[in-house]
């Protein structure tokens, strides 16, 4: 955890923004994998290890704002559990950590809340993801599962949003550990990589890290020689000569900051010619997208400059002809790069997005694009110093796209489907660091990772 002050000026600041009633931030509990005491991985909520940082489970808290106090509502635990899982802090003890000025059995708070609904008091809750989380709020609020949505506060939401946007020094020292130990796990993988190998070798190097430092992963690992797919979660393939791996993977260290990373890279010791070609158009769009970053500028502009900078790579090698600013403007060069340039990150890898991806990534006037590819950015808006974020730029051939749009004869005045047909069988190469925005500009996070053509390869040589 922080200092208990960090939580308190949190908690003070979000007072100052939702101005009356009480603000419920649920906690997490332990969800049963296949019976009840043989649980998933236990994850705190984002927002309340923001606002309480404490990282147990079956806790939640309220911010009382009209009467100027927190309390933390848990329970004391009986000799029986101890025996089975250890001591544990004490209420009164978590709830000094955090500096909250009240402590009540979890089963308070339903009588709380109704005594705040008798008194007409505002109660302001966020989006629930967690079926656990929505039953509960169905019976102490008496709102039904399926209106819940409908009826979270957004002067909550937003208020919560315009916080954790902007990361603190603290935060950011957090966040450059976390890409410290995503360095280990990609380094360590690039020199484990050999033909015969399964990508669930190098995975399991990949998770063992970020176990191994404290953390555990930050999402589900992409290792996959068919980096076409772009979220692909399959690890069964057997390395061959030839293909290149795409690895997307990061810790999410101790204090839950994530790191995202990807790199690409040969399963051999050298990219063949072709592949450093298009591996060079992707790495020159993100150079070149990061050395773009400031306060102000709007990241859609950031995302469609990398397309069309992409495009323009994959004109000069044949795969696409015209005028790229109009191939960029209908979306022609999204066959290739069909996602977004990149998100917030944070406590969570895509920072935020259970309160509402457009409400973190946009704004009013600036609404996401229902067109393919645009509308996977996440994040258009503009910059602001404190913002940390992804930039991710790929390449990718996905056959069956090719086909589907090849049969309808799609965008054949930008895209050259003769010569995208010699590229069927290339997989995919994304590269993506981390950014932090600054007052003037923008310092990418953590060590170096090797991402040239001759760092890569110098790291499959070592
Ligand atoms: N790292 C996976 C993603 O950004 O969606
Ligand atoms: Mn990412």
């Not at 590229?423 to 310092?443: K, P, Q």
């Amino acid at each position: 955890m922080f200092s208990k002050e960090t939580y308190i000026n949190r908690r003070n600041t979000l007072k100052e923004n939702v101005v009356s009633g009480l603000i419920l931030l649920m906690g997490n509990d332990e969800t049963p994998m296949n019976y009840t005491d043989n649980t998933f991985r236990y994850r705190q909520d984002s927002s309340f290890l923001y606002y309480l940082g404490i990282d147990l489970h079956h806790l939640a808290a309220i911010i009382d704002v009209d009467a100027n106090k927190t309390i933390l509502f848990g329970n004391d635990l009986s000799v029986e559990y101890i025996v089975w899982m250890g001591a544990q802090p004490t209420m009164r003890e978590l709830a000094d950590k955090t500096g909250a000025e009240e402590t009540q059995p979890y089963n308070n708070i339903a009588t709380y809340l109704k005594n705040a609904q008798s008194k007409n008091q505002p109660i302001h809750f966020l989006p629930p993801y967690r079926t656990e989380n929505m039953l509960k709020l169905e019976e102490w609020l008496g709102i039904p599962v399926k209106d819940l949505k409908n009826k979270t506060s957004k002067e909550l939401i937003h208020a919560v949003i315009a916080q954790r946007s902007i990361k603190s020094d603290e935060e950011i020292k957090e966040m450059e550990h976390a890409v410290a130990i995503t360095k280990e796990m990609h380094v360590s993988v690039m020199r484990a990589t050999k033909a015969g190998r399964k990508e669930f070798n190098l995975a399991g190097i990949a998770k063992g890290i970020a176990k191994g430092c404290g953390g555990d992963l930050a999402y589900g690992i992409i290792m996959t020689v068919n980096g076409q797919t772009l979220h692909n979660h399959y690890h069964g393939n057997t390395l061959e000569s030839g293909q290149i791996v795409l690895g997307d993977f990061g810790a999410e260290n101790g204090m839950h900051y994530a790191g995202d990373i990807t790199r690409t890279f040969p399963v051999d010791k050298t990219f063949t010619q072709k592949q450093k070609e298009i591996y060079q158009i992707v790495l020159d769009a993100e150079v070149n997208a990061i050395e773009s970053l400031k306060p102000g500028v709007q990241y859609k502009t950031t995302h469609l400059q990398a397309g069309k900078n992409m495009a323009e790579g994959l004109k000069s090698l044949g795969l696409m002809h015209g005028d790229m600013d109009e191939a960029v403007a209908v979306g022609a060069h999204a066959l290739f790069f069909p996602h977004g340039l990149g998100h917030m990150i944070g406590l969570d890898v895509h920072d935020m997005e259970d309160l509402g991806e457009d409400l973190v990534g946009y704004r009013e006037g600036l609404e996401r694009s229902s067109q393919f590819g645009l509308r996977s950015l996440r994040l258009g808006k503009e910059l602001e110093a404190g913002y940390v974020i992804t930039v991710e730029p790929g390449l990718y051939f996905i056959p069956e796209l090719i086909d589907l749009w090849q049969s309808e004869n799609k965008f054949s005045e930008f895209l050259n489907y003769d010569k995208i047909n010699t590229y069927r069988d290339f997989g995919g190469i994304r590269i993506e660091d981390n950014i932090l925005i600054t007052e003037d500009g923008y310092r990418i996070l953590g060590p170096a990772i090797p991402k040239t053509i001759a760092e890569v390869e110098a790291e499959r040589n070592r």
